[in-house]
């Protein structure tokens, strides 16, 4: 296979040394990036020869410059702030690039539906990173409840990931811009249940604050309890006194599903998935999208019901 050309908005991001690395791995070259912050040099241990931009005006121009010469980038790889993944995933196709985007692919189900307009315009693909589908044991967990009798399960999801006050400063904690809490660090779990246990048939809320989220999803197979944190002070009695800043659960029918490992490669997976012509695009991404914006403007409820364990942590 011809190596692939890329750019890459928002090189300073969390995720995006994960991109970089699977742009490499997968035998690519990286040969322009963007972001408002220069902190990136990061960059110099994949590709240091990238071409970098702090001004968005530029880099478009740069790109449509390469494609007016013939020598168009392939994709652009979207690791920008929530809010932005949208706007960004226009300019890639309005250069006749392929979108490769984190989640969440948007923040409204709407915004779908003119991305696919897009699509049907440009011939380019738009590619949601759903790496969970890719992991062994969950795609082993969603064989066996497929092959299973159409019994309902009882599902417990816990995620808890400390972040210090940085994370309320920045867009993270703008729920205008980041969706909140169970749209930032919940969608892809959202997007994983949905995937393996079927379609949200009923969602309530019990919590939705800006430093943890709690409810419980009715779907296909399953009925779903679910606690999101970012607060270290949910954490359980044995992480914290291990010094662990996060906690990971899932248990089916009070078993554990252990999926701890193999978080690492996900993202190249991803990549090569899509490379080989099997990536998930705007349908794979419509659920988890739905779900979450439901989610984030659903009243909520408090304490009452069938809530989730962890969420007399959070009073």
């Known amino acids: 296979m011809d190596s692939k050309t890329f750019a890459l908005i928002g090189a300073a991001g969390f995720v995006a040394p994960r991109h970089m690395r699977a742009i490499k791995d997968t035998g690519n070259e990286l040969i322009s990036a963007l972001d408002p912050n220069d902190s990136v040099g990061i960059i110099d ?5 990238a071409d970098f931009f702090t001004e968005p005006e530029r880099f478009d121009r740069h790109i449509d410059k390469l494609r007016r010469k013939g020598s168009a980038v392939d994709y652009v790889s979207i690791c920008s702030p929530n809010y932005l993944h949208d706007a960004h995933i226009r300019l890639a196709l309005r250069n006749r690039a392929h979108a490769i985007c984190e989640k969440p692919l948007v923040l409204n189900p709407w915004n779908l539906d003119g991305l696919h307009e897009i699509e049907s315009e440009t ?24 092959s299973a009798d159409d019994s309902v399960h ?3 999801i816990s ?9 309320q400063r920045s ?9 909140g809490i169970a749209t930032n660090i919940g969608v892809h779990f959202f997007d994983m249940l949905t995937w393996v246990f079927g379609k949200v048939r009923y969602s309530t809320v019990h919590i939705n604050r800006a430093d ?26 044995a992480q914290r006194e291990q010094g662990q800043r996060t906690y990971r659960s899932i248990t089916v029918g009070g078993q554990e599903v252990e999926f701890s490992e193999g978080f690492t490669d996900l993202h190249t997976a991803s990549y090569q998935h899509i490379l080989d ?16 914006y439901q989610i984030r403007n659903t009243t909520p409820q408090g304490l009452q019901g069938d809530y989730h364990p962890f969420c007399k942590r959070a009073r």
């Open 45 to 49: 241990s994949y590709f240091p020869s």
């Open 123 to 146: 011939g380019s693909r738009i590619y949601n990173i759903l790496q969970l589908r890719l992991h062994p044991t969950i795609i082993a967990l969603r064989d066996a409840i497929r």
């Open 154 to 156: 009882e599902v417990d």
């Open 159 to 167: 995620y808890i990931t400390s972040r210090g006050n940085w994370y």
């Open 171 to 179: 867009w993270k904690g703008d729920a205008e811009k980041s969706g």
């Open 212 to 237: 943890c989220a709690a409810g419980r999803l009715e779907l296909e197979k399953a009925r779903v309890r679910w606690f999101l944190s970012v607060n270290a002070d949910h954490l359980p009695e």
């Open 277 to 292: 012509g099997e990536g998930y695009g705007l349908d794979d991404a419509r659920t988890a999208v739905e779900t979450v």
